[in-house]
């Protein structure tokens, strides 16, 4: 019983690592990759495998047998999926003794990805982990080269109006996700720092040879401390109490098991000497 209650806790908490999301939008198909590997780390060349998409609802949407390209390597074409909604995955590989299934557990779809982004997405495997980290690195590339300005000249009010426009788009279209890895508020306070930094960036291009030396100095400052603030809400520390959840959920949930085997030998226990009494004392 005990050992069947830790393989229930270690699978449990595997999925929650494990599991990931391709995310696509609604306007094409989609071509979803995937490593296979057994669970022991040995690529599965010439494996059987087949994958499943299902509805929100649970029902089958399609189905089908995915490309091997590689070494452990698939891919497999999903048709278009209209709806913006999650839509379960599953895929599925055998072959002798080696079995398993896929961390990727759903398909996300979105109302619109640009180009770019999209492009990105098929050379990192699409998930939702490889957006936040492309957002997030994104707005560091972009911000520390802001910040790391010393004196500005014409060319360079041009680049960095050009860099801080195509992060301000990128975000309106991945609002979503900003929110999701940053939280509503802080995600906000993001959002209309770069915003801010845009406008002023803008007005400092269009105004370069009509303002002085000076004026061109302070909107500088500005902007680069509009800069620094953003950069200390993208990596700010979080509150404690979301330090101490990180380890209070699965110590809750070993906690638990434990007591369930403790009360189960205590159980187990007393049935047996309740049964030991019914037939007298033991000669």
């Known amino acids: 019983m005990k050992k069947l209650l830790i393989l229930m806790l270690g699978l449990f908490l595997i999925s929650m690592i494990s599991a990931d999301q391709v995310l696509w939008d609604n306007d094409t198909n989609i071509t979803v990759y995937d490593t296979w590997r057994d669970i022991d780390g040995t690529p599965l060349t010439g494996a059987t495998c087949t994958w499943y998409v299902y509805n929100p609802i649970g029902t089958l949407n399609q189905s089908g047998v995915p490309n091997e390209l590689t070494l452990g390597v698939l891919n497999f074409t999903v048709n278009q999926l209209i709806v913006v909604d999650t839509y379960p995955m599953l895929v599925n590989c055998t072959k002798g003794i080696y079995n398993g299934t896929s961390s990727l557990r759903e398909i996300k779809i979105v109302d619109e990805l640009s180009e770019e982004y999209k492009n990105r997405l098929i050379e990192i495997n699409q998930t939702t982990k490889d957006i936040y980290d492309l957002l997030e690195n994104d707005i560091n590339v972009t911000l520390t080269s802001i910040w790391n300005l010393t004196n500005i000249t014409y060319e360079k009010a041009l ?21 999701d890895k940053w939280d509503g508020a802080d995600a906000d306070r993001i959002y209309d720092k770069i915003k801010d930094i845009r406008s002023d960036v803008t007005y400092l291009r269009s105004r370069y040879y009509y303002l002085s030396e000076e004026e061109r100095t302070n909107l500088l400052i500005g902007i680069r401390e509009d800069a620094r603030e953003t950069l200390d809400l993208l990596y700010g520390k979080d509150e404690w109490w979301e330090g101490i959840l990180i380890w209070v959920i699965p110590l809750f949930i070993i906690f638990i098991i434990i007591l369930i085997v403790i009360l189960v030998k205590r159980k187990k226990k007393q049935i047996e000497d309740f049964g030991g009494n019914l037939h007298g004392p033991r000669r």
Request: no cysteine.
């Open 159 to 179: 680049e960095i109006e050009s860099d801080i426009a195509n992060l301000d788009n990128d975000l309106v279209l991945l609002r979503d996700f900003l929110e």
